[in-house]
């Protein structure tokens, strides 16, 4: 091949990816807003049952908050919480956070937490529990997550947080006690957080920064 066709080769692949990249880039400026829309129209649909029979006028997405690791929420993760307002009062919290102690790795879960500070829903978002056993804790299995709605950290008592099988009040799944244990405790543990940092939680996202970090 002479040196000319290698130069004209050259120059077209050239051209060639040129207009590629500048395809690409389109096709995402285009899309960029709908991609968007559609990701927070997933997030709003996918909270919304953790907050039924609760009134709000904020988006569930409008103010979300990160709590970076390590912090005294379950999890070694950056925990997020995802913040709900009626007439710019405090309605109710959405911690995402992990349970450490699962049977075969964290548990993520979905813990809303009303103003008052009485659970509105448990979900588990994700988890790697042994199929039939410990995976009955999700949603479409059993109604096992439905026993936390209502609770608070007076209903039941202290003793009365960890599973029957620990002298609690939360039933137990037959032939798997680690899962729901691991559970139970991260939601107590977010509870605990909730009471203990409730300002910061609904404040300005410098100041709930700057709060968390005086708790340490």
Not at 40 to 48: D, G, P, T
Not at 99 to 113: M, N
Not at 134 to 157: C, H, M, Y
């Amino acid at each position: 091949m002479s040196e000319v066709n290698v130069v004209r080769g050259g120059i077209t692949l050239a051209v060639i990816a040129a207009i590629c990249t500048a395809l690409v880039a389109l096709t995402f400026a285009l899309t960029r807003d709908r991609i968007a829309a559609n990701e927070e129209a997933w997030l709003e649909r996918n909270l919304q049952p953790a907050l039924a029979g609760l009134f709000f006028d904020s988006g569930i997405s409008d103010s979300i908050l990160t709590i970076a690791a390590p912090h005294q929420l379950p999890g070694t993760d950056d925990a997020i919480i995802y913040r709900v307002y009626a007439v710019d009062a405090p309605v109710a919290a959405l911690f995402v956070v992990s349970a450490r102690d699962g049977y075969s790795g964290p548990i993520r879960l979905l813990v809303g937490i009303d103003a008052e500070g009485t659970i509105t829903a448990v979900q588990v978002l994700e988890h790697r529990e042994t199929p039939g056993l410990g995976d009955r804790v999700e949603a479409g299995k059993s109604d096992w997550l439905r026993q936390f709605d209502g609770r608070s950290l007076i209903n039941p008592t202290p003793d009365g947080w960890a599973i029957k099988r620990d002298g609690g009040e939360f039933d137990q799944l037959t032939g798997a006690t680690v899962t729901p244990r691991a559970i139970v405790n991260a939601v107590r543990e977010t509870l605990l957080y909730f009471a203990a940092n409730k300002a910061s939680v609904f404040a300005a996202d410098e100041l709930a920064a700057q709060a968390e970090g005086n708790t340490q």
